[in-house]
Every structure is written in C-alpha cells, then in structure tokens.
C-alpha cells in the first residue's frame, strides 16, 4: 500500500504540476478540434462526445495494463509498474476532460492552482464541493463555477483537496491495481471494467459540478486551426 501511495502521489503532482498540458488554450484547442470534426453539434453534444472519448480512452488503457500480466517473462514488479504508468495517464484524462467540460461551459480558471483545484474537487465529488464552498465562504447551484474566478486561501485548500484525493484514490486504485496483475489475461477485463467504472464516477462529478451544458454556443467565431491536438480521437 505504501508503494501504491507513492505512485499515486507522484502521479498525481506530475499531472498537476505540469501547467502546460492544462493551461487554457491547450485545452480549448482540444474541445476546437472537436466541434470542428462535428460542426453542427450542440455544447450538450460536445460533452456528451468528450465524456464517450474519455471513457473509450481509459476504459482500453485500464485492458491493456491488464493484458501485459499474461505475457510471457512479465513479472509482478513490471506489471506494478505498468499499472503506475497508467495510474498517471487516468488521472491526466480526467483532468482533460474536467477542464474541457469547463470550457464548453465559459469556465476558465486563471491560473495553475484555480486549475488544480478544479480538477481535484471534481474527482473528489461531494466532499470536494464541500471544500471549495468552505473555502469560498458560500455554495452555488452549479459548484464547478466558484473555481472560475479567485478564491483566497486556495492554496491551503488544495493541500485539504490532494490529501482527501491521494487516501481515496490509493483506496479505490488498490484493489483495482491487484486485479490487472492477476494472469492468463483474467486482469485485462479487471482492469477494463474497474477503470470504466471510476471513469463514470468522473463523468457523474462533473455533471454535478458544472450543471446542464448551454443552450448554444457564445457567439465568437470557433478558431481554425490546421495543427491538430495530439489526443483521442473523436
């Protein structure tokens, strides 16, 4: 457990930290690239599509870390090590999707740690929503929006946020993690199924956090840009 720990915390700050892969543009070139391949899509079509991509996405990472038990000459420490990897890559396509599900709805928080915050308390659920409207000093219908404009104390808050993160995440992932390493490719439909399930906890908290999409979208122009994103493909 207290390998898992390390691996969970690790991932978790690397994905967080890593400003660049969550800062805004990046990620509205993200939700660009996909209303420019469906053009006539509404923003509840959008999410509904970034949420099935999300899924599809961690539900084939979650098979393949459980597929690589059953192949010959791999041992349990590279198996562990496998499923570390794509510990980091759940967490950074949940993160992607909370902050692209932001967007559709005109939330951009401005700057690392309103992003951090964001992306926690929204893999958090309830208890994450409780922080952020402690902290804030009220709630809101749509909690999601608090994080879209300065909060003080937000980085206390996030400390609160990682560490309730960090002991249930190492919880749910514990189980999950002993599951894909299990052979004979038994671990590949675990590791499915079980990631599938924690992606569609993901989606729920969004849900809650953020409210209906928007009727429409505002009324700039959607940018054109030839250079695509490097992500799932829609």
């Known amino acids: 457990m207290a390998f898992l720990k390390d691996k969970v915390e690790g ?10 892969r969550l800062q805004a543009p990046t990620v509205n070139k993200y939700v660009n690239r996909v209303r420019r391949s469906h053009p006539n899509e509404s923003p509840a079509e959008i999410i509904e599509r970034l949420e099935k991509m999300f899924l599809l996405a961690v539900t084939g990472s979650g098979s393949a870390v459980g597929a690589t038990a059953a192949a010959p000459g791999v041992g349990t420490a590279a198996a562990l090590a496998a499923a570390g990897a794509e510990t980091a890559f759940f967490l ?6 909370t902050l692209a599900i932001a967007s559709v709805h005109g939330i951009s928080p401005e700057d ?67 599951g894909k390493i299990i052979p004979a490719g038994i671990g590949a439909v675990i590791g499915g199924v079980g990631n599938r399930t924690l992606g569609k906890g993901v989606i729920n908290n969004a849900r809650n956090a953020f409210g209906p999409a928007p009727a429409r979208w505002p009324a700039e122009k959607l940018i054109i840009d030839p250079d695509p994103l490097p992500a799932v493909e829609s």
């Open 11 to 20: 991932a978790v700050k690397a994905v967080l930290d890593d400003g660049s």
């Open 92 to 97: 950074e396509a949940s993160a992607l999707l």
């Open 112 to 178: 690392n740690e309103h992003r951090k915050a964001l992306v926690l308390a929204v893999a958090l659920g309830e208890s994450g929503m409780d922080i952020v409207e402690r902290t804030a000093g009220h709630g809101a219908k749509n909690w999601g929006s608090l994080l879209g404009s300065r909060i003080p104390g937000i980085k206390d808050m996030n400390d609160s946020l990682l560490k309730k993160f960090i002991s249930r995440f190492v919880a749910k992932r514990a189980a999950l993690m002993a």
